[in-house]
Antibody, heavy 112, light 108 residues
Framework: EVQLVESGGGLVQPGGSLRLSCTASRFTLSSYWMSWVRQAPGKGLEWVANIKEDGSEKFYVDSVEGRFTISRDNARNSLYLQMNSLRVEDTAVYYC?????WGQGTLVTVSS | SYELTQPPSVSVSPGQTARITCSGDALPKKYAYWYQQKSGQAPVLVIYEDSERPSGIPERFSGSTSGTMATLTISGAQVEDEADYYCYSTDSGGDHWVFGGGTKLTVL
């Protein structure tokens, strides 16, 4: 069974940083575009960023442009999201996604 | 920024047909995807590339597009289909993805 497992979430103060990781098993991550999607408590889904198979192209939602960086290490079968200058409105469950495969999500809480 | 518009809620009785719409200017040129999310769970892909159904998704789920509107149809909706449904697509440039606001389907 394909698994995507996120980690790295937690409580951080406004202005702080976190690095999320997503590790794939029984799935070759290097063959696919990968995305991060988030869901604030009680809210809908929001696409955050995606990255091409070889990492050569990256795109972001306007609200995180310049603060978040998506990256991947295909040798480690892993995807990352470096989040800097975090804001209260970044509080959400963050999912690692490709097509029909989703991780279970990791909760990021930005609060003082 | 690009937006996809869905009705906030749809309600049907068991066995009836539920239709959930998604409106977006780029839909005539870009594929629509549909996700089902039940309470407390990660989303599940139910339709991809406008009308294709992943393996394991019941045949009562179907998708279609016409102009700037994509539609998810659940023929003979069942109580277990109660969930939030999200459409998903890209802007005209294909670089930025967006979800619709979500539609809460009630079957009772």
């Amino acid at each position: 069974e394909v698994q995507l497992v996120e980690s790295g979430g937690g409580l951080v103060q406004p202005g702080g940083s976190l690095r999320l990781s997503c590790t794939a098993s029984r799935f070759t991550l290097s063959s696919y575009w990968m995305s991060w999607v988030r869901q604030a408590p009680g809210k809908g889904l929001e696409w955050v960023a995606n990255i091409k198979e070889d990492g050569s192209e990256k795109f972001y939602v306007d609200s995180v442009e310049g603060r978040f960086t998506i990256s991947r290490d295909n040798a480690r079968n892993s995807l990352y999201l470096q989040m800097n200058s975090l804001r209260v409105e970044d509080t959400a469950v963050y999912y690692c996604v490709t097509g029909s495969y989703w991780g279970q999500g990791t909760l990021v809480t930005v609060s003082s | 920024s690009y937006e996809l518009t869905q009705p906030p809620s749809v309600s049907v009785s068991p066995g009836q047909t539920a239709r959930i719409t998604c409106s977006g200017d780029a839909l005539p040129k870009k594929y629509a995807y549909w996700y089902q999310q039940k309470s407390g769970q990660a989303p599940v892909l139910v339709i991809y590339e406008d009308s294709e159904r992943p393996s394991g998704i019941p045949e009562r789920f179907s998708g279609s597009t016409s102009g700037t509107m994509a539609t998810l149809t659940i023929s003979g909706a069942q109580v277990e289909d109660e969930a939030d449904y999200y459409c998903y697509s890209t802007d005209s440039g294909g670089d930025h993805w967006v979800f619709g606001g979500g539609t809460k389907l009630t079957v009772l």
